[in-house]
């Protein structure tokens, strides 16, 4: 079940809302943005709406909704599904017009939410990626930009092919920056670790709140340079991402790890926090 907001009107399925002559199609001008809704709850809705207007700003787009509106419309869409539907919300901006560089006056903007159970936090295997981030120079880097994902799909698809879920990804200094599509945290004696954001990947919405919840429940945090053999040598280690929220990395290349007892306090305060935070939809 989806239910895709465009030009004005509600759309059931998949409605065809560009073409071969959009800028988008052929020159990747897209930008979006992933909230949840699960449980009767939408967190951070508020947070992922502005976070879609500042990637389209940096794209070059001129955003056609501000972040209430677009909080609005979600909550509106979100009405339409059975309560408690565990759900995507994605927002786009798009250029329809222009070239290599995209025309702003022509930004399109949609809102599709459809149907996406989350994920069981049974855990998830990863090996090394074959590629890093790019430098924040070269690319969108600090955007939620389709035009990034790309570039790790193909060794995501050969590591999933070898039998691994996702991939652990450099930084271009060959320090670890993330997960495939999911930020990375890492448990020593302890004291939770994660890679220092340095906009060489992005500093997911989900990441700043676990942290901030860990922060407040007297659990250490500490953003640092962190490099592959400090993974290799923690105790347990997890990712945060809207898609899965938050699931226990159990296998790194031949090493097993245990779904440890700081993966689920984290877990429990993100879902702690999601219904104290909830929305009336």
């Given at each position: 079940?989806?239910?895709?907001?465009?030009?004005?009107?509600?759309?059931?399925?998949?409605?065809?809302?560009?073409?071969?002559?959009?800028?988008?199609?052929?020159?990747?001008?897209?930008?979006?943005?992933?909230?949840?809704?699960?449980?009767?709850?939408?967190?951070?809705?508020?947070?992922?709406?502005?976070?879609?207007?500042?990637?389209?700003?940096?794209?070059?787009?001129?955003?056609?909704?501000?972040?209430?509106?677009?909080?609005?419309?979600?909550?509106?869409?979100?009405?339409?599904?059975?309560?408690?539907?565990?759900?995507?919300?994605?927002?786009?901006?798009?250029?329809?017009?222009?070239?290599?560089?995209?025309?702003?006056?022509?930004?399109?903007?949609?809102?599709?939410?459809?149907?996406?159970?989350?994920?069981?936090?049974?855990?998830?295997?990863?090996?090394?990626?074959?590629?890093?981030?790019?430098?924040?120079?070269?690319?969108?880097?600090?955007?939620?930009?389709?035009?990034?994902?790309?570039?790790?799909?193909?060794?995501?698809?050969?590591?999933?092919?070898?039998?691994?879920?996702?991939?652990?990804?450099?930084?271009?200094?060959?320090?670890?920056?993330?997960?495939?599509?999911?930020?990375?945290?890492?448990?020593?004696?302890?004291?939770?670790?994660?890679?220092?954001?340095?906009?060489?990947?992005?500093?997911?919405?989900?990441?700043?709140?676990?942290?901030?919840?860990?922060?407040?429940?007297?659990?250490p945090v500490i953003e640092t340079i962190?490099?592959?053999?400090?993974?290799?040598?923690?105790?347990?280690?997890?990712?945060?991402?809207?898609?899965?929220?938050?699931?226990?990395?159990?296998?790194?290349?031949?090493?097993?790890?245990?779904?440890?007892?700081?993966?689920?306090?984290?877990?429990?305060?993100?879902?702690?926090?999601?219904?104290?935070?909830?929305?009336?939809?």
């Amino acid at each position: 079940m989806s239910w895709t907001f465009f030009q004005g009107n509600w759309h059931e399925g998949n409605p065809k809302i560009i073409g071969p002559r959009s800028q988008a199609m052929w020159l990747a001008s897209t930008v979006f943005d992933g909230a949840r809704a699960f449980e009767n709850t939408t967190p951070d809705i508020a947070a992922h709406a502005a976070r879609c207007v500042r990637s389209a700003q940096a794209m070059g787009l001129e955003p056609t909704k501000t972040s209430e509106e677009i909080q609005e419309l979600a909550i509106k869409a979100v009405a339409k599904f059975p309560k408690n539907s565990e759900l995507y919300i994605r927002p786009m901006f798009w250029a329809e017009k222009g070239g290599a560089v995209p025309d702003p006056e022509s930004t399109e903007f949609a809102l599709c939410v459809y149907e996406d159970p989350l994920p069981p936090a049974n855990g998830f295997s990863a090996t090394l990626s074959s590629i890093r981030r790019p430098l924040p120079d070269t690319m969108l880097t600090g955007a939620k930009a389709a035009c990034l994902y790309p570039a790790i799909s193909r060794p995501l698809a050969e590591a999933r092919h070898a039998g691994f879920d996702s991939l652990v990804v450099l930084d271009p200094w060959n320090n670890l920056a993330e997960f495939a599509t999911s930020n990375l945290f890492l448990v020593r004696d302890g004291t939770v670790f994660t890679p220092k954001a340095n906009e060489s990947y992005l500093n997911g919405i989900t990441r700043q709140r676990i942290i901030k919840l860990m922060i407040e429940d007297a659990i250490p945090v500490i953003e640092t340079i962190l490099n592959f053999q400090d993974l290799e040598q923690a105790d347990e280690a997890f990712s945060s991402g809207n898609h899965g929220k938050i699931q226990p990395l159990t296998r790194l290349n031949n090493k097993k790890y245990p779904i440890g007892k700081i993966f689920r306090r984290a877990r429990q305060l993100y879902w702690d926090f999601a219904h104290n935070k909830r929305q009336s939809l």
